[in-house]
């Protein structure tokens, strides 16, 4: 069984940064692909960081510079480190992985597997 657990999430001030950690048990880590999604109140999830292509990594425009996608394949981890957080990163986050390694973010599918999702608050 595949399972993706994050952790990292919590309440911080704007400003401030969080990493998140996801975990990836059940499946050849190698093999495939991972990403970041959230899902902010009343708004659809959007991909927002993800592996694309051998060793690239697609940003959404509103986190570049900010958001930095990185893994362990030592641990079979994936992390988000985020940055310079706003009021408006306020969403749930959720760990996704799929085979495929193009289009990850782009919404065109969903991924196969998704992590529980962790909750970032951003206060101003």
């Known amino acids: 069984e595949v399972k993706l657990v994050e952790s990292g999430g919590g309440s911080v001030q704007a400003g401030e940064s969080l990493r998140l950690s996801c975990t990836a048990t059940?499946?050849?880590?190698?093999?495939?692909?991972f990403g970041w999604f959230r899902q902010a109140p009343g708004k659809e999830r959007e991909g927002i960081a993800c592996?694309?292509?051998?060793?690239?990594?697609f940003y959404k425009e509103f986190v570049k510079g900010r958001f930095t996608l990185s893994t362990d394949n030592a641990r079979d981890t994936i992390y988000l480190q985020m940055n310079n957080l706003q009021p408006e990163d306020t969403a749930v986050y959720f760990c996704?992985?799929?085979?495929?390694?193009?289009?990850?973010?782009?919404?065109?599918?969903?991924?196969?597997?998704w992590g529980q999702g962790t909750q970032v608050t951003v206060s101003s």
């Open positions: 996704v992985a799929d085979r495929l390694n193009w289009g990850l973010c782009s919404g065109a599918y969903a991924p196969d597997h």
């Open positions: 059940g499946l050849p880590f190698g093999e495939f692909a």
């Open positions: 592996m694309a292509g051998t060793d690239d990594v």
